[in-house]
């Protein structure tokens, strides 16, 4: 897509059903329109700058769409789903796809499906963090590496049959993290490297419709903290402490020196009684130490130090040479500590005893929002000294000597005293990288430095240690939001909407911080986030500082750089507003593919009225056109538009609708004033307005309205067959037809609107006229063109009431068709000519030889015109072009002959491949084994070629030998079936192709050896068992045993015989002749072919034997098998039988149905008379059959053979290369068909570029 050559573009409206839209990283803004997709640049920082607007096709609806991070100037990629179920990769840059998969397409998935989609059977896509794509069914989860083009499918670890998926959204803060939103209202968070489901949000109640992410900073409060103030209070407790620690200092000496005293065996291990909240040593009995750090308590007391230290086992061996006790060192830390309350508070217990057990002292994660907790600090830790455990204490946020209460994770207040014990515990007992602890000779100076300097530095370092929250915000169909944290798994925020209505057109986005959008009823609310600190959790309030008063939007995005909203409206605009002040920045007009109509006011031409294929009727007024869009209104007209006409005023509009009717605008107050009716309900491709008077075609027929008569209908006017244009020029009526025949028709002197004869006809092209465009600089020259690849350039000769041709342009295309024509209103010798072919050609008229301008574009091409304020600028329209300006002055001053705008955005699509290799995870068992299997598979095969040419000749001879004797003894074997004929390896397909043709049909009895089955298996079964019982002479035993005696017996015991044969076929089904065999010596014939009747299934041996019944019961079962034949496909079957009962008009009705057409006329000659019409029928469908599938010639040939010299002669001009030797077969049937002159014929010998020229002839 070349951005320079495209001056302007204006997009296409966005999709009503799925509106998807979403903010580039620069600002700019993309949205899925029909079979579309639009993208509109950031604001230029120049005003006089042009937004750049791109729309690219994609042939399919869009189902998802989101932008890459990996935005940038040289790529700007984009994800789209389409209908079909793929995942494609778009680069905007280039307007077309690049990569892209279909690991979501199954056999059943058809390539151009077209309709509405289950919800078990939708995409849900969307960007990963990485750049990667991952997208999810109801069935699997694909990772797409966009880098690689591969992807990797897995089996979805989420149930479907619970949670039907409708939104997703990935972290952009996490690889591996993505929320999915569902129908029952609930929110998952998971983890694609873990496959698993992180937190479950219940709290909607309805299906989710949105979901954003966004990283939060601190609170207001928390970023302006007085660190002032903090570090006076932490001066105060550092000189408050300095007494404290002296005091401790000479209590922990002499407690030291009593630990060398012997100690009694503690009682054995029980659960500790509930501890004091300033106890931190009494979460366990101290007998719990056993074998807590490596050594029996008992063993280790009775041994010194050194002993200690030699056979310890513990996390880490201590360093100094002198070992601690460890539980007497707790005992004398814990006296010290009571003693010291004790004289500190008098004796007095205030607090409440609470039970910590080894649950609480787990290693957990905070359950609330992190702006209340805290982690370690970096600058603590690596200024503490190696073997110190007070650094454990750091993740105290604030420390005092007083007994605040104080909040830790998010749970209830609690005291400090508590606190600090858990989080002692947590990190010296139960933390394995924690190293172990030992007491130093001089504990007094470490302490204190301690003590000194994580004072002030845990303070300080709170705002650089707090992680910023990661909270999610969902919305459902009553427009609830809820904000989630996602690094706690805690409820966030609620807010609590008073509509009970529903909408499925719900978003929410992120516009700051502090700032949330949610769109709902087609109008967008604005709401502020504020952290409670009392609650611990942050509450959601209508904003007031935010405004935006429009209440018909489809869908928003926002541009978080300037904080400014996207926003696309129900009245098919765009626009850029700023939500501070409310006021539209930049707006967008649209337009939908396919406008098949352009004409502009003759009073100002800056007026241009679009006739579009959604039914509307759009104005596109160019004095308007800004740099940053264009003013287009459009108005519903009911049909979509297909010609349009101004009125003499230009205050008034007729427009030639789909569906047979002329609807007529008025422009000044855009509303419909009156609707005409056709007198067909077929597409009216031209409409003129003259004077009074409508002309219009509709299904090849002139019709004529007079505006003054409102009450009257539409006129039809019986000027010429098969007419297919109209064209007005004064009193001059001109009438193309789908023969490619112009005629001149003049009007009457009366002043009615009555026309006179043809004065003129000439044969122009092969084909259907579509348009005859009229030069506004001279008066009497216009272009014609059609359903051909020739441009005829003509004169209109009014004294003389003739034309003649000026000139003939050929286009490229061998089989060209042209829609429509413009020509420029500044310089008379330029032509616009739009192709279905994806062409726009500029002719210059006055140069036969010269090669025309040519913009190529990937699509049918219908309408356009020049720019009227700027000619170098060409404007067009096409069945995927909504309306583009090209700017064509560089290739006309440089002479370049092809330009190309746009290319098929789905033409250089690489598909990836998929790859074996998960990109989170290692291979399963599976997979491994699955590629084992194919290593194996290849290597068997390289070692059997091998093997294969080292073996000689002998031995493939003695091979081939051995084989042939294992193949005899095989065949003389009879317990095994030899093989069916269709299993041999050496068999011909097409040998089993001609063999399952020649089979005869299933109504044909095929030939037996023998009717009576049962008694001929007594001859051929235990025949010497059926023996002993006939000598037996028991005849009771023989009638029931050997059912073949019954041929010897009596005519009573035959038809026995007979009845239990034909209940044995029956039941087999046996389709050979035997049942009818058997059945005519019963004399039960007329109920067995009746009941064949009936079932449908007779055969030809059933008709045979039908007239020993009677004739007329022949008759009705030669009828039945007619039409049984007719059902099963067999026509010359059915036909031939109805011949043979002498219906001759029904067999050759049947035969002319399914196109038999040379059968039913040799049939109809031979068994109707000569002038019946049903002769004439068969030959005209004929000709129709001939000419839909292009065979002029065999036509023509028969409507010569048939004495009809000028159908074949229309026919013969139907060929699109009219050689030499059509136009001498053409001049034949003219002379000897004793055809009028005024007809056009190909002269004899004329080169064949000349061939689309018409000769002048005058009626």
Known sequence: MDSQLIYHNVPTPPATNTPLAVAAPDGGFLYAGIRSINYISAEPANSSEKSQVKIMSTRFNIIALDVSPMWGKRSQPFAIVGDDLSVQVWDCIMGGAVTGHKAHQHQHEARNFRGNRSSEASVLMSYMSNGNILSIDASDLVIYCVASNTYCRRPTFIPSRIHHFVVLRCSPYNDNIFALGTTSGAVLVC??????????????????????????????????LNLDALSSQAEQWRSRKEEEVAEAKVKVEAKVEAASKAKPKPPP???????????????????????????????????????????????????GAVALDFVEACESIKADIMAHRSEATGGESGYQHVEVTLADCQPTKPTGPLSDASTLSNNQEAALPSDSTEGSLEVIQYSSSSDDAVIVDGDAAKPKREVLHHIYHRAEVHA????????????????????????????????SSIRPDILLVSIDTEEVLMIWNTNTGAHAGKNYSRSKSTDQVCSVLWLNDRTIVSLGRHQLSFWSLVYDRKVLRYKISKDNAHKCATKDILSVASNSSKQQLWVCKTNRTTELMDPLTGHTISNYSSLVFGVRAMVECPDDMNKIALGCSDRRVAFFDLSKLATNGAAINSLFVGSNVYSLAWSPDCLQLACGTFDGTVVILDVESMRVKRTIQGPQKKEVYSVVWQENYIYFVVNRKLCLFDVTKPNA????????????????RGPFLFLGSDDGVLQLHERTPDGKPSWGPALRQSALLSRYITDVAWNPLERNVFAVVGHDKYVIIMEFLEAERNWKTLNTFTASDPRGSITSLKWSNCQKNLLLSFHIEGKVCVWDTLDAKKVPLTITYHCPMWCGMFLPSDENIVMCSGKAVSLELINIKVALAGDERNICSKVDGLLNVKWATKSLVHPYAPPTNAEVKKIRHNERRKHRRGGARKGQEMVSVQDNEALNDGQKVEEMFGALSLDQKKPEPSQSLNECRKCKENEAASQPPESVATN??????????????????????????????????????KLFGTKAMAKELIETELTN?????????????????TFKLREELEEHIANKTLTEGHLAVAPSVSYVFWRECCEAYAKQMEEKGYIMHAATYRFSLGQHREAIDLLLAHEYFKEALVHARISLPATDPKIKIIINQWLERLERTGNFGAAALICVLDNEMMRGYTYLRKFHNCTPEIADLMAQIKRIGQLSDALDCCAPGEPPALNGEASDHVA
């Open 269 to 319: 291990l029980v659960k500790s009684k509930p501890a004091e909240s300033d106890d931190p040593f009494d979460i366990y009995n101290f007998d719990h130490l056993e074998c807590e750090f490596g050594a029996p308590v008992d063993t280790r007391r009775c041994q010194s130090s050194d002993d200690c230290a030699d056979d310890f086992v513990g996390l880490e061996k201590p360093a």
């Open 191 to 224: 983890d694609l490297l873990k496959m698993s489901i992180l937190y479950k949000f219940n709290g909607h109640k309805h299906c989710i419709n949105g979901l954003a992410w966004r990283q939060v900073s601190l609170p207001y409060e928390e970023e302006h």
């Open 432 to 463: 394995p990288e924690t190293p172990q602890i030992q007491m130093n000779p001089e504990p007094d100076a470490k302490i204190a430095l301690v003590e000194e300097r994580s004072s002030t530095e845990s303070i300080i370092s709170i705002n």
């Open 1065 to 1081: 076929l029956k039941h087999s089904n046996s389709k050979d002749i035997a049942p009818l065999c058997l059945t005519i010596s």
């Open 713 to 728: 209908g539409a006129t039809a006017l019986n000027l010429m067959e098969r007419t297919c244009l109209v064209s007005v």
């Open 1008 to 1045: 037996t050896r023998t009717c009576l089955y049962l008694a001929h298996k007594d001859l051929n079964k235990n025949a010497l068992g059926k023996l002993a019982i006939v000598l037996t002479e028991d005849a009771e035993k023989i009638d029931k045993s050997v059912l073949l005696s």
